[in-house]
């Protein structure tokens, strides 16, 4: 069965400072894999998706992401984080089994970001 | 619509009554989601539609859960004889393709479930 960990429960970063958020999944072979990002009220909204390919993604609002075989990781980046970054965030897999299959979630990372 | 939309963004309900919460995917995607996110959790898959057939109901946690979707379009679910276990957010999503496909899931705002 996959499994996405998400070690941080939460992270401050000071606005303009470099964020890297972590993710490890665990799956038999190489998953989609992607990121969301939930702020208060709002639905998910997907920064990025890594399928195949180059291992450096990128993604909307300045996010990178990274996918490590290696580490089993899929770690999420920013160079320099503004206020609006403050949210939380998801990292999510998808097995690619012959037939459907759904997203595995992690427990998110709640992004915090002071002055 | 632009977007997902759900119904109602807000509910509350006694512990023993059922309730009905709708999600009206994007026009013309095929795929539909349920999925249930608990209080600091991530979201966790409850049901999928394919159109009108519900393929896949392995995450639905007991036969109180029941979803539809009679015209392959707007779906409901409806959480029958509610419990305080059932207080989460409950997350539509839809896609244009079959999941097996990479076509990217869209989510709705969620409606928030408190049962009191």
């Known amino acids: 069965a996959q499994s996405v960990t998400q070690p941080d429960i939460h992270i401050t970063v000071s606005e303009g400072a470099s964020l890297e958020l972590r993710c490890n999944y665990s799956?038999?072979?190489?998953?989609?894999l992607f990121w969301y990002v939930q702020s208060p009220g709002q639905g998910l909204q997907l920064l990025l998706k890594?399928?195949?390919?180059?291992?450096l993604v990128q993604g909307i609002k300045g996010f990178e992401a990274e996918f490590k075989r290696s580490q089993s990781s899929f770690n999420l980046r920013k160079p320099s984080v503004h206020w609006s970054d403050a949210a939380e965030y998801f990292c999510?897999?998808?097995?690619?089994?012959?037939?459907?299959?759904?997203?595995?979630f992690g427990k998110g990372t709640m992004l915090l970001v002071s002055p | 619509g632009a977007g997902v939309s759900q119904s109602p963004r807000y509910k509350v309900a006694k512990r023993g009554q059922d309730v009905a919460l709708r999600c009206d995917p994007i026009?013309?995607?095929?795929?539909l989601f349920w999925y249930q996110q608990a209080l600091g959790q991530g979201p966790e898959f409850l049901t999928y539609?394919?159109?009108?057939?519900?393929?896949?109901k392995s995450g639905l946690p007991s036969d109180r859960f029941f979803a539809e979707r009679p015209e392959g379009s707007v779906s409901t679910l409806k959480i029958q004889r509610t419990q305080q276990e059932d207080s989460a957010v409950y997350l539509c999503?839809?896609?244009?393709?079959?999941?097996?496909?990479?076509?990217?899931?869209?989510f709705g705002p969620g409606t928030r479930l408190t049962v009191t």
């Open positions: 999510a897999s998808r097995g690619h089994d012959s037939g459907y299959s759904t997203l595995t």
């Open positions: 999503a839809s896609s244009s393709g079959e999941v097996a496909t990479d076509h990217e899931q869209y």
């Open positions: 799956y038999g072979a190489t998953p989609y």
């Open positions: 890594y399928f195949s390919g180059d291992t």
């Open positions: 026009s013309g995607h095929v795929s």
């Open positions: 539609f394919q159109n009108e057939a519900q393929l896949d």
